[in-house]
């Protein structure tokens, strides 16, 4: 099954087992349930469930037969949701526009600048498999270890507020992208590694190491 998030048209879902012509689409839009038709991210749990975040809220589409098949997150109501990150303990943090959510076990706790975060507006989340949550703001990235943030601050000194993507390595060491270059967090050190990736002012919007070590990352264009 492939799921399109889209800004604008909501959710297209594809189901093919070959990708050929004959493939069947449905679209899953307001009238269905969702928050918002401005769809910013998408997450799929170890159940199958899909999370998608919108402009204005967070839903999950059960992969359980029987029940809602699109619920929304009330406390998220009019909030912008750019990025879900679930963790191994099957928390499921939520970066807004309004500080980071955390639903474990069926309890919601927000965390905001009182908890540590430069800012609550939030650009990108990544869970290590060490279990720490890494927050990109609009006022630099932060880390979380057993619920207290901590604000990372480069060697350099610029500020780092337009990170859009994170990944960890198998080290533990985080990769940042900025606007202005790639940061690694290593040794609680802050370093500048690489220019920009993209090419001209093309953001990087997604990172992701996969199981060689490998760091991939997609940007505009």
Known sequence: ?????????GLLHVRSGDWSD???????????????????????????NIWVGTSVGLNRLSAHVGGAPVASRPEFDGHNVRAVAIAADDTVWTGTDRG???????????????????????????????GRLW??????????????FTALHAADGLALNQI???????????WMFDARGVYRWSDRTMTR????PGPGERRVSSAL??????????FSG
């Open 1 to 9: 099954h492939l799921w399109i998030a889209t800004l604008g048209q």
């Open 22 to 48: 004959q493939a069947t689409s449905e679209r899953i839009t307001q009238q269905q349930g969702l928050t918002s038709d401005r769809v910013l991210s998408l997450f799929e749990d170890a159940e199958g």
């Open 100 to 130: 980071v959510n955390r639903l474990s076990r069926g309890r919601s706790q927000w965390f905001r600048e009182a908890e540590g975060l430069p800012s609550g507006v939030v650009r990108a989340l990544h869970t290590g498999a060490d």
């Open 135 to 148: 927050v990109a703001t609009d006022q630099g990235p932060a880390v979380s270890d057993r619920g207290r």
């Open 164 to 174: 859009s993507a994170i990944t960890t390595d198998a080290e533990g060491d985080a």
């Open 193 to 196: 590694v690489a220019p920009a």
């Open 209 to 218: 190491t996969d199981r060689h070590g490998r760091i991939w990352a997609g």
